[in-house]
């Protein structure tokens, strides 16, 4: 038990459980004695027109005395949840009868599913696992129903009880942990703060309005970031001054780097590669010319000190974290935004960060359509972690429960106007019309002034099923990221898409396209590189990137005319996936180095 105990400390701990109750927790969990029925029971209770369903205490009974374990009896991912409940009816009727909804028997099966999952949204709970991945930082929501008696323990701000999610290590199985905060009497209702930590007012009433949706709501402003606060948390090491981009010394530069591709595929003459491996010290680099990392690099100073290359330059954070980049792109439109109105590029998308304008962007969802309206809310939103790739933890959404409870996954989000009208690309193996985007991947060799290259391939990705707004939890529907996940990957180089493309769309230049977009990128770097950091990227004469521009196209408004298509920039990537670049051009690092080191291209 001992053992036990240590192993779960950090959990005990994060939720708050008094620690002369961590034992008993256990010893429940190791028995799985759902034992709250014990102590507390499900009355009806009349409240005025309706009657709702109540968790009661059945004796008196002391504060921090006892934990209680109550069940988790279905965990799924979200993006799951419908084909779950297509695949197991008997799994709506539990849900059903757990959140005590009405059952209406006479509907589809697709009807019911579309009830039921609105209707979770009041009852559903969460907690975060990591993902497996080689970063640190990134965590996937888990989401589950608890028990009867766990979904109906009521909102209060002022709770008798605390409630929280568990994980027993040697399972992995979860649980809720249900202990009292304060002294409660025979018939005393139980409660706990759906909001547990949220202390600002207005971001209480946002985040409460599933169950409460009349609590007033204060337009918040949009959120000015403070740069300095979020640079000094990157704990970047910058070179005393500014400076253009250096040249090579000489001829052969010698390369260390952690990637694999570059690793196995730079063949040009002009490098020399030592040993694949991981820089644990940055105070003592390899000897190399060349630092090309896949990781975060921070002592810019030493690296610059010693005449080092790196691919990263200090405060590229404004352009691949999502939040920051969207605002890179407002300020490069040259648009005057306001506090209550944002204006963004044609070549960008809509945005409310979550994390500071969740009340702004319910009290903008109350009042679209009005006198005023300033923006197209109740149209579908894409909502994304600042900075996760491969689309994890991403969801499509028009349902503004859901987008408000996703913010509960203590990951800061995004949400994104959708691309409702996106232009679409006929795939002849499943004879459809599906969502494509793509990728240009972009050399800099300096910031200010702004030198950047854009290579000349553009690579594609393809939904699997066709495009539809009916079922947005559907993943290989709405997404194109397939080779991370055991689904279907329809590989179409230039050569075989354009051909393709121009028949489909013969009056569509895709030159033109290129050209738009490259302008939209240009205009991006340049709204990142225009201010002196920290709100903008710092010029370090030794720094070089080369960044992945995801991109996709859409009808602009007025018709979906040939000519009428708009490039929309999607994401910057540091450190891109450039399995494909590699296999079907071999010679890809050796232009983008010889580009970035010796300012020769081919």
């Not at 579309?114 to 965590?139: I, L, N």
Request: glycine letters at 4%; charged letters at 25%.
């Amino acid at each position: 038990m001992e053992e036990l105990v240590t192993q779960h400390a950090p959990q005990f701990t994060r939720m708050g459980l008094p620690l002369d109750l961590w034992e008993k927790a256990l010893v429940k969990i190791s028995q799985e004695d759902y034992d709250a029925g014990s102590s507390f029971i499900v009355n009806q209770v009349q409240q005025e027109e309706t009657i709702s369903l109540q968790v009661q205490a059945t004796q008196d009974l002391k504060a921090f005395e006892e934990v209680w374990l109550v069940d988790n009896w279905f965990t799924f991912s979200l993006r799951d949840l419908r084909q779950t409940l297509l695949d197991n009816p008997k799994v709506i009727d539990r849900i059903q009868q757990v959140t005590q909804s009405e059952q209406d028997e006479e509907v589809t099966l697709e009807h019911r599913v579309d009830q039921v999952t609105s209707e979770m949204w009041r009852y559903m709970q969460c907690y975060a696992v990591h993902t497996g991945s080689s970063s640190d930082h990134e965590y996937e929501p888990v989401w589950y129903l608890m028990d009867i008696l766990g979904c109906h323990i009521g909102h209060s701000d002022d709770a008798n009880a605390r409630l929280a999610p568990f994980i027993f290590a040697p399972t992995f199985a979860s649980y809720s942990l249900l202990w009292l905060n304060r002294d409660v009497s025979a018939g005393d209702q139980i409660t706990r703060d759906f909001v547990f930590r949220v202390e600002d007012k207005n971001l209480r009433a946002a985040r409460l309005r599933p169950w409460f949706p009349h609590l007033p709501i204060e337009p918040c402003e949009l959120h000015e970031t403070d740069y300095r606060r979020v640079a000094d948390s990157r704990l970047e090491s910058l070179p005393k001054t500014e400076s253009e981009g250096a040249l090579a010394s000489k001829e052969k530069l010698v390369v260390y780097t952690q990637c694999p591709n570059v690793h196995e595929s730079l063949k040009s003459p002009k490098f020399e590669l030592l040993p694949l491996g991981s820089m644990e010290d940055e105070a003592a680099p390899p000897e190399a010319d060349v630092l090309w990392l896949s990781r975060h690099h921070k002592r810019f100073d030493l690296s610059e000190a010693a005449g080092k290359f790196v691919n990263q330059f200090p405060g590229e954070h404004l352009i691949v974290c999502k939040d920051l980049c969207a605002e890179m792109a407002c300020r490069s439109s040259g648009a005057v935004s306001t506090p209550e109105r944002r204006r963004v590029p044609s070549w960008f998308q809509n945005f409310y960060n979550l994390k500071y304008e969740l009340p702004r962007f319910v009290h903008d969802w109350d009042n679209r359509g009005g006198a005023g309206d300033s923006s197209d809310l109740g149209k579908t939103w894409i909502v994304k972690p600042w900075n996760y790739a491969r689309a994890l933890a991403t969801h499509v959404s028009r349902d503004l429960h859901e987008i408000i409870r996703l913010t509960e996954i203590h990951v800061p989000l995004i949400a994104f106007e959708y691309i409702e009208r996106p232009v679409l690309f006929h795939r002849d193996d499943i004879d459809a019309l599906v969502k494509f985007d793509y990728r240009i991947c972009v050399a800099v060799q300096s910031m200010r002034p702004l030198r950047v290259f854009a290579h000349h391939v553009v690579w594609f990705r393809f939904a699997n099923i066709a495009f539809s707004l009916d079922d947005l939890s559907q993943y290989e529907r709405h997404f194109t990221v397939m080779n991370y996940k055991d689904t279907p990957l329809l590989n179409l180089l230039p050569h075989q898409f354009l051909p393709k493309f121009s028949a489909q769309y013969p009056r569509l230049s895709w030159p033109a396209i290129v050209s738009e977009s490259h302008q939209a990128i240009k205009h991006l770097l340049e709204g990142a590189s225009d201010s002196d950091y920290p709100a903008g990227v710092f010029q370090a004469g030794f720094s070089r990137a080369l960044y992945a521009v995801d991109l996709m196209l859409k009808w602009r408004p007025g018709g979906e005319e040939e000519e009428d298509v708009q490039p929309v920039i999607l994401e910057v990537n540091f450190n891109p996936d450039t399995d494909r670049a590699v296999k079907y051009y071999p010679e890809f690092y050796d232009d983008v180095f010889e580009l970035l080191f010796h300012n020769q291209w081919s």
